[in-house]
């Protein structure tokens, strides 16, 4: 389980029963949970996300406990009206919005240029089966290096992605180092903020904080039982 910070990855720790255990692997320091969950702290934006995530990985493999899921958690923003602060979201697609060129006709994502993905897309078994437990929406999850902050930005990624109920800035860096070793990924954010005009004022990142916490609390069980049937 990858987030950003530590006070996310202690959030959704704080929804595991029982103790933690620290593991330091080379590059990234693990937190444990008693069912044997590794979450990380992997940083901040695509990058960071990526190769924190892609250590994580390789030293599982290593160990000869390779992970059978990878997923990105952490607060965002939510597009309005479909994903209100403090509500929490589930990926059915996890899109990067601004990888590509500008161009005098807009905007053309790196896949038109010839390269690479531009999203990934989640076990639907998992999707379904983590809405139901948590009562989560699903949708787009958008990754943007640069956090909306103006409405003419929101609106742009409405335009182009009409399913996106939320954006953050790691989903599509952990997803890519998840699929480069075989592995699924899912994304959960807990709404802190509206996706549009930038207002500290308006953030509610206590409030998406214990969103993280209630909505693992019922995620856990199916996280730990995905795919071991
Ligand atoms: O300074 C701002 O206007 C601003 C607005 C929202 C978030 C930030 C952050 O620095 C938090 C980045 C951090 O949290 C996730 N996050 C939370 N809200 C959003 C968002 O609206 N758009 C993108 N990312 C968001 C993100 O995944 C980072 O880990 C600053």
Redesign the pocket.
């Known amino acids: 389980m990858a987030t950003?910070?530590p006070a996310e990855r202690d959030a959704v720790a704080r929804a595991f029963p029982g103790t933690v255990e620290h593991v330091h692997r080379p590059g990234v320091s693990l937190v444990r949970t008693s069912g044997s969950c590794d979450l990380l702290a992997a940083g901040?934006g695509p990058a960071a996300a990526a190769a924190s995530t892609a250590a994580a990985l390789t030293a599982a493999a290593l160990k000869g406990r390779p992970y059978r899921l990878v997923v990105c958690a952490?607060?965002?923003?939510g597009f309005q009206p479909g994903a209100p602060v403090g509500s929490l979201v589930v990926s059915r697609t996890i899109t990067v919005a601004d990888l590509g060129a500008e161009t005098a006709d807009g905007f053309l994502p790196v896949t038109e240029l010839g390269f690479g993905l531009v999203t990934h897309i989640p076990p639907r078994s998992l999707v379904r089966d983590a809405v139901q437990a948590t009562g989560a929406r699903s949708g787009t999850v958008l990754t943007?290096s640069t956090?909306?902050?103006t409405a003419a930005r929101a609106d742009a990624l409405r335009a182009r992605h009409p399913d996106a109920l939320a954006?953050?800035?790691?989903g599509f860096g952990v997803a890519e180092a998840a699929d480069a070793q075989g592995r699924p990924v899912l994304e959960i954010r807990a709404i802190?903020?509206p996706?549009g005009p930038?207002d500290?004022a308006a953030?509610r990142i206590g409030e998406a904080l214990e969103a993280l916490t209630e909505g693992f609390g019922k995620l856990a069980p199916v996280l730990e039982s995905w795919n071991t049937a």
């Open positions: 950003a910070v901040v952490g607060i965002g923003g943007v956090v909306t902050g954006e953050g800035m790691e802190s903020n996706v930038r500290r953030w």
